[in-house]
């Protein structure tokens, strides 16, 4: 069965960084892009990056452009989230979501757990 | 940016009862819009896609409509594990965005 499973979440003080790490397994892996989404304690989802299927092509949402890097090693069916200069208000939990092709436009229909990232001093 | 406008913030139902949530974008998203589920302490679940399409293995009495700016997800006859927050999303434009969630409580 498909399987998401997040890792590298934990406290680090702002300006710092940390690395996630999303691995994947049931399913191939290379096909599929890969997004990264978070929820602030107690509020709603926030796409935060993609990449392609074959990690040739990436996008991110304002916030964290310039900060973070998406990419993946199809080779180890692992995604990962490089998130540099951490700020307070990054703080979240942060899931990673499989896309797939449902006829014409994409929909996230598998999540992994999520990560808790919490910047602070 | 494409804001999606959620109503209500927080709706009070019992089981049995027939529920009714909106979404409503600040421009055109065709029908590129899904639906999620999310219960404390879990993931999003995915509902519905391109507005009306309910996703593998969600029961039929949960149905979504509309079209352009105005989506609906109605839930026939609720049962005690559809008590949840849900988001709408849409997929029409970049950067995807989420609504702020509905919050189904147990009334």
């Known amino acids: 069965q498909v399987q998401l499973v997040e890792s590298g979440g934990g406290v680090v003080q702002p300006g710092r960084s940390l690395r996630l790490s999303c691995a994947a397994s049931?399913?191939?892996?290379?096909?599929?892009?890969m997004h990264w989404v978070r929820q602030a304690p107690g509020k709603g989802l926030e796409w935060v990056a993609v990449?392609?299927?074959?990690?040739?092509?990436?996008k991110y949402a304002d916030p964290v452009k310039g900060r973070f890097t998406i990419s993946r090693d199809n080779s180890k069916n692992t995604l990962y989230l490089q998130m540099n200069s951490l700020r307070a208000e990054d703080t979240a939990v942060y899931y990673c979501?499989?896309?797939?092709?449902?006829?014409?436009?994409?929909?996230?229909?598998?999540w992994g757990q999520g990560t808790l990232v919490t910047v602070s001093s | 940016e494409i804001v999606l406008t959620q109503s209500p913030a927080t709706l009070s139902l019992s089981p049995g009862e027939r529920a009714t949530l909106s979404c409503r974008a600040s421009?055109?998203?065709?029908?590129?819009l899904a639906w999620y589920q999310q219960k404390p302490g879990q993931a999003p679940r995915l509902l519905i896609y391109?507005?009306?399409n309910r996703a593998t293995g969600i029961p039929a009495r949960f149905s979504g409509s509309g079209s352009g700016t105005d989506f609906t997800l109605t839930i026939s006859s609720l049962e005690p594990e559809d008590f949840a927050v849900y988001y709408c999303?849409?997929?029409?434009?970049?950067?995807?965005?989420f609504g702020q969630g509905t919050k189904l409580e147990i009334k």
């Open positions: 979501a499989r896309e797939s092709n449902y006829g014409g436009k994409s929909y996230f229909d598998y």
């Open positions: 049931g399913f191939a892996f290379s096909s599929h892009g």
């Open positions: 990449i392609w299927s074959d990690g040739k092509k990436q």
């Open positions: 421009q055109s998203v065709s029908r590129y």
């Open positions: 391109d507005a009306s």
């Open positions: 999303q849409q997929r029409s434009n970049w950067p995807d965005t």
